[in-house]
């Protein structure tokens, strides 16, 4: 069955750096697009950044553009999230999703882990 | 930007319908999906491409999404449908995913 697994989260500084991780497994993982998709506390969610599945193309939220960069490495099947310059603002769940390969919706999402930043 | 607006909240009666409305320049020229999120869960896709069910979904989930505005509709509604549902929709003009505002559905 499939499964993405994030890890990385935990209290960070306002203006230090955090890498999230998400194992996947029960699926070809090199023949899916990827997303991160965040959720503040008792906030909606919010697109944050997707990447194809041979990493050749990447999309960022304004929000994160130049701070966040996200990327993947088929061989271990692992999708990351490098987050830099964190503000307070980022403070939020992380999901990793699987991108359906017939349609643009997230068919598969993880089960979240939570950033804070704060001093 | 490309927004996409949904009512904070809808309540319905149990064995109703309850009808969840997504609104956003032209979204009908988009194709729309729905997730629901229950509390303290990850969200789970329930319609994708404005009209079609992924396995698993009851049958009691359907959509629809013309002019500028997707519907989730919810038929004969069960207290297990209490959740958050969010609609999204691909911006063509700028390649980005956008996510609704969210509804949250009580049942009473």
């Known amino acids: 069955q499939v499964q993405l697994v994030e890890s990385g989260g935990g209290v960070v500084q306002p203006g230090r750096s955090l890498r999230l991780s998400c194992a996947a497994s029960g699926f070809t993982f090199s023949r899916f697009g990827m997303h991160w998709v965040r959720q503040a506390p008792g906030k909606g969610l919010e697109w944050v950044a997707d990447?194809?599945?041979?990493?050749?193309?990447?999309n960022y939220a304004d929000s994160v553009k130049g701070r966040f960069t996200i990327s993947r490495d088929n061989s271990k099947n692992t999708l990351y999230l490098q987050m830099n310059s964190l503000r307070g603002e980022d403070t939020a769940v992380y999901y990793c999703?699987?991108?359906?390969?017939?349609?643009?919706?997230?068919?598969?999402w993880g089960q979240g882990t939570l950033v804070t930043a704060s001093s | 930007s490309y927004d996409l607006t949904q009512p904070p909240s809808v309540s319905v009666s149990p064995g109703q319908t309850a009808n969840i409305t997504c609104s956003g320049d032209?979204?009908?020229?988009?194709?729309s999906c729905w997730y629901q999120q229950r509390p303290g869960q990850s969200p789970v896709l329930v319609i994708y491409?404005?009209?079609k069910r992924p396995s698993g979904i009851p049958v009691r989930f359907s959509g629809s999404n013309s002019g500028n505005t997707a519907t989730l509709t919810i038929s004969g509604t069960q207290a297990m449908d209490e959740a958050d549902y969010y609609c999204q929709a691909w911006d063509t003009t700028t390649a980005l995913y956008v996510f609704g505002t969210g509804t949250k559905v009580t049942v009473l």
């Open positions: 990447i194809w599945y041979d990493g050749s193309n990447k």
């Open positions: 999703a699987r991108v359906s390969t017939v349609t643009t919706s997230l068919d598969y």
């Open positions: 032209k979204l009908g020229d988009k194709y």
């Open positions: 491409e404005d009209t």
